[in-house]
């Protein structure tokens, strides 16, 4: 197993998103980036410790490559707009791929590049591309928050569509569980 740490906004809708992908085997909604130990979603939310909401994904390479994983990154959210997704607004809200190894930061910044040129995106890309130092877990209640609450107004309005958004443009990507569930 391999892990891959992404801020694309709201942890949230990069959680749904991610859990959907055929060959990942978990992901863990927390913070990274920042300067203070063990944040809490309290002090993060001020913009203040520096830290991003981020996705820890653990993969397996076998089934997902780390490339694809970018390709779903560089799709399911603006990477033009700095710090900011949608109505969320400030630093812990960026777009950042924290790499865990030289490997990782080669295909980050190639993926990067590739979309800047695309015309996929009418603006620049902003996405920060740094090395992961830590990563810290986001309480117990952020942790699957849309399967746990998929009728709450936010995941409704702003989750649900990007979900849908994704699963038409990666749905041959999708878990077995996913596509059972597209089906009904």
Request: charged fraction near 25%; proline fraction near 4%.
């Amino acid at each position: 197993m391999e892990l891959a740490t992404f801020g694309t906004g709201c942890f949230w809708c990069t959680e749904a998103i991610f859990q959907q992908l055929r060959g990942v085997t978990s992901v863990v909604s927390g913070y990274s980036g920042g300067q203070l130990e063990n944040p809490t979603y309290e002090q993060v939310s001020t913009g203040a410790t520096g830290h991003a909401e981020v996705c820890q994904i653990e993969y397996d390479p076998r089934q997902i490559t780390y490339d694809e994983l970018l390709e779903v990154f560089f799709t399911v959210h603006d990477p033009t707009t700095l710090n900011r997704q949608g109505d969320d607004i400030g630093t812990q809200y960026r777009s950042v791929i924290f790499y865990h190894n030289e490997e990782q930061r080669r295909a980050a910044e190639a993926a990067k590049a590739r979309v800047n040129t695309s015309g996929v995106w009418k603006n620049p890309i902003v996405t920060e591309i740094k090395p992961f130092t830590k990563f810290y877990r986001a309480e117990d209640y952020h942790q699957n928050y849309y399967r746990r609450n998929p009728n709450l107004s936010y995941c409704r309005l702003v989750i649900r569509p990007k979900l849908g958004k994704f699963e038409h443009t990666f749905k041959l990507k999708l878990s077995g569980e996913e596509i059972k569930e597209l089906r009904r």
